[in-house]
């Protein structure tokens, strides 16, 4: 399927004309996080020429993780392609986590470029929230592949677009344990009281 989209998308795209150049990145260079803890990254597209009205109008795009330090949760497109649960605006072809640290993402908007250009008033706006959940300490990578034979990104006419990748996010993941909860403490707390309250009358008795 996945292949599919990109050779619909190719097809599309030999038509495609010279183009200001638009940038996928990370809106988060680095993260700190604690072993057990939920976090997200943010998926941002900007325009290299920010007086230039470019609309991004489809994309198929991998993200690389490191599936031994942190499970990948979901994915949220965001609505600047349109709205792709209510509305029918827009369609989510994603595939999600593909196995061995790889997640896809594929969106193709359904409104014209007129619509599109309103939606994307900004010359950069998400494209998807991606969420994990960290598994160990260490240090990790979360970073688009670059080597990704299906890689494209889309106007809003269906022309191709020159494209750069930012920055991968920087994760780094600490064991710090997990605080106990107040109901943990008070159990806690009543076995302690038990104890020394045996102790004491053990004393009483001897």
């Not at 490191?66 to 072809?93: C, I, K, N, R, V």
Request: hydrophobic share 45%.
């Amino acid at each position: 399927m996945k292949k599919n989209i990109a050779i619909a998308f190719s097809l599309i795209f030999l038509w495609a004309g010279s183009a200001s150049a638009v940038m996928l990145s990370f809106q988060q260079s680095s993260l700190a996080v604690d072993v057990g803890t939920s976090f997200s990254v943010d998926l941002i597209v900007s325009q290299s020429n920010p007086t230039a009205v470019i609309s991004v109008g489809e994309f198929d795009i991998d993200v690389l993780y490191d599936p031994t330090q942190m499970a990948f949760t979901g994915w949220t497109l965001d609505t600047f392609l349109g709205d792709s649960y209510l509305d029918l605006e827009a369609m989510d072809l994603s595939w999600g986590d593909m196995g061995g640290g790889v997640i896809d993402l594929a969106e193709l908007s359904l409104l014209l470029p007129d619509e599109l250009n309103a939606l994307q008033s900004d010359s950069s706006f998400r494209l998807a929230s991606l969420g994990f959940e960290c598994l160990a300490a260490g240090q990790s990578i979360i970073a688009l592949d670059a080597q990704d034979p299906y890689l494209v990104v889309g106007d809003g006419l269906g022309n191709a677009l020159p494209l750069d990748l930012g920055p991968g996010v920087e994760v780094t993941q600490g064991g710090t344990a997990p605080v106990p909860e107040p109901a943990t403490m008070l159990l806690f707390g009543t076995g302690l009281a038990g104890f020394a309250g045996n102790y004491l009358r053990k004393q009483k008795k001897a």
